[in-house]
């Protein structure tokens, strides 16, 4: 497959207080009036946070990873749609992120919309970008009503080292497999450049909607594939963190990952106050 990346061309727009990155219009402030991914400003935001990943960095070990694996795996809890699932996200609000509080479904329509606009002709992108974080049904009833922590926020490898880069990454010192001297070389159970594919990811929505694609047959580009199981890898498209475990194949996938990641994050905006004046 080829892959092309767009090169971005930024400038400002002082006027609507946002830079232009390509062809999208890069907002400089969240909807909270911070930075974007700003997780050390003190609000009650970040408080809720916090919280949700200080209990991720503690029970997210390698062995609950591949039991949720092997559970969910299963694809036996509902049969429904891809739009029946979106609805199902309406009421659930994402506790990891510091930029929005809405609802998901808006927030997948938000970027759909956004790549819809920039790659009218990329219609694999467009669809990966409304079903991305579909995962997040773990949190429904019909589901196993997870907690916030076992579904949302940033993702990374299990079984090596935690990098630094990883959110909150001072939690992690009360996680069980800190204490593994088998998890805690740079490598861990892992050989160099051994593929993404063969690394156990923290457990939640990303890794359940690519189980989800990948076993109902999906005909989306591996570079959709990709973008759906790692959007949260933020340590390594961001940071540049664990590309020592990543192939040649993975390397050119990130590129269409990193196209994405800028309208997952930036699109997310609140375009009116919670009530109006009528």
Not at 49 to 68: D, G, L, P, S
Not at 100 to 121: G, M
Not at 241 to 259: H, R
Request: aromatic share 12%.
């Amino acid at each position: 497959m080829t892959v092309i990346v767009l090169e971005p061309n930024e400038s400002s727009n002082a006027e609507n207080d946002t830079a232009v990155d390509g062809e999208l219009d890069v907002p400089r402030r969240n909807a909270f009036g911070l930075d974007f991914r700003d997780f050390e400003k003190e609000s009650l935001r970040n408080a809720i946070v916090q919280e949700c990943y200080r209990k991720n960095h503690i029970y997210q070990t390698c062995e609950f990873a591949n039991k949720k694996k092997e559970e969910y795996g299963k694809l036996d809890k509902a049969e429904m749609s891809i739009w029946e699932c979106c609805e199902l996200l309406k009421n659930y609000v994402d506790e990891s992120d510091p930029d929005l509080d809405e609802p998901q479904i808006d927030h997948l329509l938000q970027t759909a919309e956004a790549i819809r606009r920039d790659h009218p002709h990329e219609y694999w992108l467009q669809l990966t970008a409304l079903i991305h974080d579909l995962g997040k049904v773990l949190l429904h009833p019909a589901f196993g009503e997870e907690t916030q922590w076992c579904v949302v926020g940033d993702t990374f490898p299990l079984g090596c080292a935690f990098d630094n880069n990883i959110v909150h990454h001072q939690f992690f010192k009360e996680n069980p497999d800190s204490r593994n001297p088998a998890f805690n070389t740079k490598l861990g159970i892992y050989s160099e450049n051994i593929g993404l594919d063969n690394i156990t990811m923290s457990w939640g929505h990303d890794e359940y909607m690519y189980l989800v694609a990948k076993g109902n047959n999906t005909t989306l580009p591996p570079a959709g594939l990709f973008i759906i199981r790692f959007h949260s890898f933020y340590a390594m498209h961001r940071h540049g963190a664990y590309t020592f475990l990543m192939n040649d194949e993975d390397k050119e996938m990130l590129k269409w990952l990193q196209v994405f990641n800028k309208y997952d994050l930036y699109s997310k905006s609140k375009y009116f106050p919670e009530k109006l004046k009528w």
